[in-house]
């Protein structure tokens, strides 16, 4: 299989071949570590509609943000967020704040069948507590064009991308939700000069998806998990987004040679692009990772949290990932730095991720300087 050619395909083309933000001082790193490791356990797509951007109106004046939020634990309590015996959270908040009192601009990357107006709650619950905030859904392959390769969707999504960043002289921060969190991490990797602060990854398939959804039923009907890999494993599959993030523990060295994305992002097979992606993703100076256990569509819910399968179909946590060990793509990097958030809530289902006030409340708006 040919390696990748230094720049993304063009879209419809052929197939291709921080500082300041984390824990206070006193939390060491085996710390953060190990809280990051004992919560993920015990918690147990037809192209693009003409580029268009959809911006809403900018509702009432500017105003100062709040004051710097600093690191904290929350701890589980009553209500949504409850789990018996599970561990406290840690939510690492950022410090930096923007020079001259406004907020940075958000983009949002929606998911597998989604469209702009899917994150109209998203989109209210920002300019309610950020108020100014420009608030961008980019409204390309939506519905049922969002099966189309993620590297003909990663070209599009640049081609939107590039623009919003040119205006915004601090930067944005970056919102991937499902099959868009993929996106965004090969956004990132792929441009050498963004300016993206903060990415947010919210229910995001990371380290790939294996398991019998709702989803994988309609669009596969007659393929159960077991076997899946006999056609995304080919060059007819990675033609459809969803196998290009198929992570099948069991075939292995399949999945390392023909998978066109995933395996490619993650530096999981050799590509000449590897050190200037990692590179280019160490730009940011904070990535969060959002989910839960009840998520019932990214399977395993781990994968999240760049937790994934082994041969055994036992769930190995990031640490314990390849990935991680060898900062492959920056994520031990990341975490060493304190740049790396995790914010794990029960009792949320996938298609519940943008509109539940708790996980914006305690997991996004933190972010949002």
């Known amino acids: 299989m040919a390696r990748p050619p230094g720049s993304l395909p063009a879209a419809g083309s052929a197939r291709p071949r921080h500082p300041g933000v984390g824990p206070p001082r006193s939390h060491s790193r085996r710390c953060r570590r190990s809280l990051f490791a004992e919560h993920t ?27 710097p939020c600093v690191a904290r634990r929350v701890a589980w309590g009553g209500g949504p967020w409850s789990r018996p015996s599970s561990p406290p959270l840690l939510l690492l908040a950022p410090l930096l704040v923007v020079s001259g009192g406004s907020y940075r601009p958000v983009v949002i990357v929606h998911g597998l069948f989604d469209s702009p107006s899917d994150f109209r709650h998203l989109r209210a619950f920002i300019n309610e507590s950020h108020p100014g905030t420009e608030v961008t859904v980019l409204d390309l392959f939506d519905r049922g064009a969002s099966l189309r390769p993620l590297w003909v969707q990663v070209e599009g999504f640049r081609h939107a991308l590039a623009p919003i ?3 915004a002289a601090d930067g944005i921060h970056l919102l991937g939700y499902s099959q ?187 972010w949002l300087t």
């Open 41 to 67: 356990r015990a918690a147990g797509g037809g192209g693009p509609r003409g580029g268009r951007v959809r911006q809403p109106r900018r509702p009432g004046p500017r105003r100062r943000p709040d004051a």
């Open 165 to 167: 960043m040119a205006n």
């Open 180 to 366: 868009g969190g993929l996106i965004c991490r090969a956004l990132l990797a792929t441009m050498p000069d963004h300016n993206v602060h903060s990415f947010i990854s919210l229910a995001a398939p990371q380290m790939g998806q294996y398991g019998d959804t709702d989803y994988l039923k309609w669009l596969f009907p007659r393929h159960m998990k077991s076997n899946l890999y006999r056609l995304c494993y080919t060059p007819l599959g990675q033609g459809v987004s969803i196998c290009n993030y198929w992570n099948d523990p069991h075939h292995r060295e399949l999945y390392l040679n023909s998978s066109d994305f995933l395996a490619l992002l993650n530096d999981e097979r050799l590509h000449p692009n590897a050190s200037d992606w990692k590179r280019n993703l160490l730009r940011i100076q904070s990535l969060v990772l959002i989910g839960g256990p009840d998520d019932g569509v990214i399977t395993p819910w781990q994968s999240s949290l760049f937790g994934f399968y082994d041969a055994n179909e036992t769930v190995q946590e990031m640490h314990a990932q390849a990935v991680y060990l060898q900062d492959a793509f920056g994520l031990k990097t990341l975490e060493a730095r304190g740049a790396l958030g995790g914010c794990v809530v029960p009792g949320v289902g996938h298609t519940a991720w943008h509109s539940h006030r708790p996980v914006y409340e305690r997991c996004i708006r933190p």
